[in-house]
């Protein structure tokens, strides 16, 4: 598998214990699609809740997360 970031390690481990997995795998695509959307629900791309470098920063953290999670997929 690649080398994750700590944030995107941390979703990767919550989701292999959650499905109480005994083999190796790697996450669905479904996994980085819930992260897009949950940055596009939390962070919305115009960012009218916070301040434009808070929410740019929270949604590029979230949106990075998602695409480690994608690229795991991709070997």
Known sequence: MTELS??????YDAWYEA???YSECDPPPQ?????RALADAVVP???????????ARIRR???AIATELENTNEH
């Open 31 to 35: 996994l980085a699609a819930a992260f």
């Open 61 to 63: 953290d979230l949106l």
């Open 19 to 21: 499905i109480d997995a």
């Open 6 to 11: 700590p944030a995107a390690q941390a979703v």
């Open 45 to 55: 791309e115009d960012g009218v809740f916070l301040s434009t470098a808070s929410a």
